[in-house]
């Protein structure tokens, strides 16, 4: 029977959080102990006192080690929380201590590159002596980062994860995508432009399951079209647009705004033909029942402005 919570508060100890993370990330008690430097019967210990805390087991024990079972993947993933905003903690002290003005991690799916490049330009304007991380990833992987608490705040998609309820949203809306190629493909310029025609080329795509991904299917699909054999794959802007300068014949699709930033410094074209589908709308995210930071919560206005601002120019 699981505990009540202001038990588990008054015996918890940050010594048995970091055994489990590396039970999770080593398998067994004996390398466990080792990494957080105690004896194999204090962690045997240490372990017991945990399970004992939340009133349930947490691994199953196995001829190969020990697995986390749901309750136990559930406590490591709150661990790890735990840890990484104390190691927050410690930086941001640090860095006031140091005269810095505190760090801010941001992560952002490629299309919302350019919106938050705008509000962070803002924001160290007004405050030029903070430390910003950036991370351009696709969506599961940053909620991944924001579960774990290494992002303050996130632009992407919570369809796909398993707990939606985890965090707070605020939605945008639906992502335009464009057809892009090197500008010396010989489409550019074609102004009865059909899918059909793109679809003897050589694609760049996003991976499989991502939502750009799933747009490009069906717009093949509706058009009566095989999808494109052996694409390229993968979820870098920049690798992208590398591939697209190295091989003239490459065809890809890339969020709007991207295509229209890297066309204006002739990176790419566009080429004439509009997809039909959108892409499905994404969320400024942060976890819910977490007080955000005061740089986060700068941010997130920042943010809510340059959307307006949009809004108001569209």
């Not at 699981?2 to 918890?12: A, E, G």
């Not at 999770?24 to 008690?29: A, F, K, P, V």
């Not at 998609?157 to 809306?173: K, V």
């Amino acid at each position: 029977m699981l505990q009540p919570l202001n038990y588990i508060v008054s015996r918890l100890r940050i010594r048995q959080l970091r055994l489990l993370i590396a039970l999770d990330e080593l398998g067994t008690l004996h390398r466990a102990a080792e990494r957080i430097a105690i004896s194999q019967p204090g962690a045997t210990k240490a372990l017991h006192e945990i399970e004992t805390t939340f009133g349930t087991p947490l691994f199953i024990r196995t001829a190969q080690g020990l697995q986390a079972n749901d309750m136990g993947r559930c406590v490591i993933r709150y661990a790890r929380l735990i840890h990484n905003d104390l190691a927050h903690l410690h930086d941001e002290m640090q860095g006031i201590l140091q005269g810095h003005g505190g760090h801010l991690a941001v992560g952002t799916i490629a299309g919302s590159v350019p919106l938050v490049l705008r509000a962070l330009t803002r924001l160290r304007q007004a405050q030029p002596d903070i430390s910003v991380q950036i991370v351009e990833d696709i969506s599961p992987r940053l909620l991944k980062l924001l579960d774990e608490g290494r992002l303050d705040l996130a632009i992407a998609r919570t369809s796909g994860s398993q707990h939606p309820d985890a965090y707070e949203c605020l939605s945008l809306h639906a992502e335009r995508l464009a057809l892009v190629a090197a500008p010396q493909h010989p489409q550019q310029n074609n102004p009865a432009l059909q899918l059909a025609d793109l679809s003897a080329y050589s694609w760049v795509v996003y991976p499989t399951g991502t939502p750009m991904r799933t747009v490009l299917e069906r717009e093949f699909g509706e058009a009566g079209l095989e999808f494109p054999r052996n694409p390229l794959e993968t979820s870098s802007t920049f690798t992208m647009l590398s591939l697209l300068q190295e091989d003239p014949q490459l065809v890809a699709v890339m969020p709007h705004s991207i295509a229209c930033s890297s066309e204006g410094f002739g990176l790419l074209r566009r080429l004439p033909l509009s997809l039909q589908s959108r892409n499905e709308p994404c969320s400024i995210i942060h976890r819910s029942g977490t007080n955000l930071s005061p740089l986060a919560a700068q941010l997130l206005e920042l943010l809510r402005n340059e959307l307006d601002t949009l809004l108001e120019d569209a």
